[in-house]
């Protein structure tokens, strides 16, 4: 079994930024693939950004330029830098880990096998 948790949300200024991180606890690999995704209050949960196990990124082009992910050497430690945050960026975000397969498609949140509970990030106008 693997436990994520995420940590680093919270209140912060239009324009602000914040560091979200996600610790990985259990049977974790440096192998999985990790991604974050968000949901903010009546809309579907969306995929924020994606890193596959030798660096390859991935992300929304809403958040592109913007956020930044990346992880610990180790693999353990997943973040995501989120750099002139909107009003729009306001959501609850969770990462999620997917097991070793030949196929990946990163911005499908049914593709990940582990999630997190997830941390509030609110934008204030």
């Known amino acids: 079994q693997v436990q994520l948790v995420e940590s680093g949300g919270g209140l912060v200024q239009a324009g602000g930024s914040l560091r979200l991180s996600c610790a990985a606890s259990?049977?974790?690999?440096?192998?999985?693939?990790m991604g974050w995704f968000r949901q903010a209050p009546g809309k579907e949960r969306e995929f924020v950004a994606a890193?596959?196990?030798?660096?390859?990124?991935y992300y929304a082009d809403s958040v592109k330029v913007r956020f930044t992910i990346s992880r610990d050497n180790a693999g353990n430690t997943v973040y995501l830098q989120m750099n002139s945050l909107k009003p729009e960026d306001t959501a609850v975000y969770s990462c999620?880990?997917?097991?070793?397969?030949?196929?990946?498609?990163?911005?499908?949140?049914?593709?990940?096998?582990?999630w997190g509970q997830g941390t509030q990030v609110t934008v204030s106008s």
């Open positions: 259990g049977r974790t690999s440096s192998s999985f693939r």
């Open positions: 999620a880990a997917k097991t070793l397969t030949i196929s990946w498609r990163p911005d499908r949140h049914d593709e990940y096998d582990y």
């Open positions: 890193i596959s196990s030798n660096g390859r990124t």
